[in-house]
């Protein structure tokens, strides 16, 4: 079982910048696919990024094409964390951000090939 705690979410003006922290919880986290999801009011939840581990200093990132070249993911194994810094954020970044994990360790872009989901935090971006 692994629990996963996001933060670092909060208001900020478009252009700003903001780190999202996810702190998981399980031995296995670097053997573990880590995402980063959003959902906006009133639309269906969408990928962000994602990342996973091919040992020693191989690291893979994904993102989604609203995000590439903005957003960043990185993980912290010895800390159990993964992060999402983003840049030049707007408006349309605005949405509660959740984490996600899974023990299969391959490109998942979709949040039905998750296991594991945080609670989510909320990022708004005034214009």
């Known amino acids: 079982q692994v629990q996963l705690v996001e933060s670092g979410g909060g208001l900020v003006q478009a252009g700003g910048s903001l780190r999202l922290s996810c702190a998981a919880s399980?031995?296995?986290?670097?053997?573990?696919?880590m995402g980063w999801f959003r959902q906006a009011p009133g639309k269906e939840r969408e990928f962000v990024a994602a990342?996973?581990?091919?040992?020693?200093?191989?690291?893979?990132?994904y993102y989604a094409d609203s995000v590439k070249g903005r957003f960043t993911i990185s993980r912290d194994n010895a800390k159990n964390t993964v992060y999402l810094q983003m840049k030049s954020l707007k408006p349309e970044d605005t949405a509660v951000y959740y984490c996600?994990?899974?023990?299969?360790?391959?490109?998942?872009?979709?949040?039905?090939?998750?296991?594991?989901w945080g609670q989510g935090t909320q990022v708004t971006v005034s214009s």
């Open positions: 996600a994990a899974d023990p299969r360790n391959s490109k998942r872009v979709s949040d039905r090939e998750y296991n594991y």
């Open positions: 399980g031995r296995t986290f670097s053997s573990y696919a």
């Open positions: 990342t996973t581990w091919s040992g020693g200093t191989t690291y893979y990132s």
